[in-house]
């Protein structure tokens, strides 16, 4: 499944690039970017397996930049 997600106060490029290095390590994801000019989130994942991804997905983004939310 592949979806796209917007994402509000992600301030850093670098914290970016962290993000989408750490959701492509996520088990059942195809492939992710997180394009930080446009603050969008997209990704490819699992379909079965979808929600349980995406509850790991914003667990990582928390981790890496605590104030960026993912309107999910």
Known sequence: ?????HLSDLDCAHCAAKMEDAIRKIDGVHSA???FLSQKLSIDADD?????????VVAVCKKVEPDCVIHL
Not at 49 to 54: A, L, N, P, Q
């Open 48 to 56: 079965a397996r979808f929600d349980g991804i995406m509850r790991e």
């Open 33 to 35: 970017s997180v394009n």
């Open 1 to 5: 499944m592949k979806k796209r997600f």
